[in-house]
């Protein structure tokens, strides 16, 4: 007797394009800053897609791990601007006709923004905007008032009408 193969029926809907895309491609687009809609976009594939394979733990952590990179970066390039940082540059003169390269040292002097920046997030106990004033004593509350002699009781007014005072 001949043996019969069972054919597994395909689950249905397009395929999915999860394994055609290296994690590495991934790592390094999010290293770049790269969005999660722009990581989509490289891929053609739309932003829902991207946040169901980030359920796959592997795929979420090249994408953290890119993440990172690109969060470090900016972070050492937030440092150098709050304490100031030099480079070498070179520049073009004209002199008598000619045009003349001179390589300079540029210095770019510390950023007081950056600084204050750096300073409310990484200390932001020492370095916060908002002050917490604490008050003390005692608060009383009246519930007659006397004028020129008459007793006043509060009431409720009805309408536009104010209450009377009588």
Request: charged share 25%; with cysteine; hydrophobic share 35%.
């Amino acid at each position: 007797m001949p043996t019969q193969e069972v054919k597994k029926k395909h689950a249905g809907g397009r395929p999915s394009k999860f394994n055609t895309i290296p994690l590495k491609e991934i790592e390094k687009l999010s290293g770049y800053g790269f969005t999660d809609e722009q990581i989509a976009d490289v891929f053609d594939i739309c932003v829902a897609t991207l946040k169901n394979y980030k359920q796959n733990p592997k795929f979420l952590a090249a994408l953290k791990k890119g993440k990172e990179k690109a969060d470090n970066y900016v972070v050492g390039s937030l440092f150098h601007r709050a304490i100031g940082y030099s480079h070498p540059e070179v520049q073009l003169f004209c002199y008598k006709g000619k045009i003349v390269q001179k390589e300079i040292m540029k210095h770019y002097p510390p950023d007081p923004t950056a600084m204050i920046f750096w300073l409310k997030n990484r200390q932001p106990a020492n370095w916060r905007d908002r002050t917490e004033i604490e008050h003390s004593g005692e608060i009383k509350v009246m519930n007659s008032i006397t004028v020129e002699g008459n007793k006043l009781e509060p009431r409720v007014g009805v309408g536009n009408r104010l209450p009377s005072m009588n």
